[in-house]
């Protein structure tokens, strides 16, 4: 084990940073309103990823230097059209279907519908976890965020409870069962102008879970 890259010999400190990177993750990706504070969000990622600078083993992120550039160029009111339609458009609804859209099981073959085997998994490791999905939420249970929220709900447990198994779970659900698909969702969101945004918030979501997962950067 590579202990310059485990979650759980990090300080108290640096696994908080890492669990309030999940959580804002969540807050970007989120998709029931792309109606959110984008520019509170954008200063927040600001935040978030600098604190993080100096976790040994964790690749630096240049979400920063996106979010410099896109507050230089626009206005806060433009920026708030600007990346709320290009959220919309990558994520949830436009003409001939989304590039990006945010399902595991639309990763899992080439027939891209909702509801195939992730989705099943999904629900069976809530359901060991003891985890409900309640009938507000909306979403199918392989959602990026669903799968964040109980990557953040592993991250606690496997540190307050010292359980062995729980530890080893998370870094085969990142490395295993989140990372290929993420990996390939990052690479489907446009790189040029505010969609910058999310294709590296997106990438720096890969370089934490090869964290997590213990997997060697290339």
Same mark, same amino acid.
């Given at each position: 084990?590579?202990?310059?890259?485990?979650?759980?010999?990090?300080?108290?400190?640096?696994?908080?940073?890492?669990?309030?990177?999940?959580?804002?993750?969540?807050?970007?990706?989120?998709?029931?309103?792309?109606?959110?504070?984008?520019?509170?969000?954008?200063?927040?990622?600001?935040?978030?990823?600098?604190?993080?600078?100096?976790?040994?083993?964790?690749?630096?992120?240049?979400?920063?230097?996106?979010?410099?550039?896109?507050?230089?160029?626009?206005?806060?009111?433009?920026?708030?059209?600007?990346?709320?339609?290009?959220?919309?458009?990558?994520?949830?609804?436009?003409?001939? &279907?989304?590039?990006?859209?945010?399902?595991?099981?639309?990763?899992?073959?080439?027939?891209?519908?909702?509801?195939?085997?992730?989705?099943?998994?999904?629900?069976?490791?809530?359901?060991?976890?003891?985890?409900?999905?309640?009938?507000?939420?909306?979403?199918?249970?392989?959602?990026?965020?669903?799968?964040?929220?109980?990557?953040?709900?592993?991250?606690?447990? &496997?540190?307050?409870?010292?359980?062995?198994?729980?530890?080893?779970?998370?870094?085969?659900?990142?490395?295993?069962?989140?990372?290929?698909?993420?990996?390939?969702?990052?690479?489907?969101?446009?790189?040029? &102008?505010?969609?910058?945004?999310?294709?590296?918030?997106?990438?720096?979501?890969?370089?934490?879970?090869?964290?997590? &997962?213990?997997?060697?950067?290339?």
């Amino acid at each position: 084990m590579n202990y310059s890259r485990d979650y759980f010999t990090l300080s108290d400190r640096n696994q908080s940073l890492i669990k309030n990177a999940v959580r804002l993750l969540i807050r970007i990706f989120w998709t029931q309103d792309g109606r959110k504070d984008w520019a509170e969000i954008m200063h927040d990622s600001q935040d978030v990823w600098r604190s993080m600078h100096n976790i040994p083993g964790l690749e630096k992120t240049i979400v920063n230097h996106t979010v410099n550039q896109l507050l230089g160029k626009y206005s806060p009111f433009v920026l708030q059209q600007e990346i709320e339609s290009e959220f919309v458009r990558i994520f949830v609804n436009t003409r001939g &279907g989304v590039s990006t859209p945010l399902y595991h099981s639309c990763y899992y073959d080439d027939q891209k519908l909702l509801m195939k085997k992730p989705a099943l998994e999904m629900f069976e490791m809530l359901e060991h976890a003891g985890i409900t999905l309640g009938p507000d939420i909306g979403e199918p249970p392989d959602h990026l965020c669903i799968e964040l929220e109980y990557l953040y709900f592993l991250l606690n447990h &496997g540190t307050q409870n010292s359980n062995q198994e729980i530890q080893d779970h998370v870094r085969e659900f990142a490395r295993d069962f989140m990372l290929p698909w993420i990996t390939r969702l990052q690479k489907q969101i446009p790189d040029s &102008g505010p969609a910058l945004f999310f294709t590296h918030s997106a990438q720096a979501l890969v370089d934490l879970l090869r964290f997590l &997962g213990q997997v060697d950067q290339t």
